[in-house]
């Protein structure tokens, strides 16, 4: 990866290199002097080469992270259905309990009744 990166590098540096006839033409044709022109092309050219274009996101190192993104969401929304399944679940573990704890205390309740006598 290091070596295409370096080679798109110098292939950029290569192609502003080429382009400073053309610019140096350009700023001619405004009305600058040739030996003007040429120090505002070569300026340029020395600012742009002196740019640390390392930290900068290549086409597919964004769509590498746009792929990522996405495997990320399908896992959270995985995860969330799980979850979800889960929760329902216990849910109704927890209602046939409250059922089944009512039932028992209904019927714990008649017996009471039954032995007091009422």
């Given at each position: 990866m290091d070596k295409i990166?370096?080679?798109?590098?110098?292939?950029?540096?290569n192609a502003i290199m080429m382009d400073t006839?053309?610019?140096?033409?350009?700023?001619?044709?405004?009305g600058f002097q040739r030996n003007q022109a040429e120090?505002?092309?070569t300026t340029i050219e020395k600012i742009l080469h002196q740019q640390d274009t390392t930290g900068f996101a290549t086409k597919s190192d964004i769509n590498d992270l746009k792929q990522a993104n996405k495997d990320l969401n399908n896992k959270i929304d995985l995860l969330s259905s799980l979850t979800s399944q889960k929760l329902?679940?216990?849910a109704d573990k927890m209602l046939v309990r409250v059922l089944l704890a009512g039932g028992a205390i209904t019927t714990l309740y008649k017996i009471i009744e039954l032995w007091i006598g009422k």
């Open positions: 990166n370096n080679l798109m590098r110098v292939n950029r540096m006839l053309k610019y140096t033409k350009q700023f001619e044709d405004a120090v505002i092309v329902d679940s216990l």
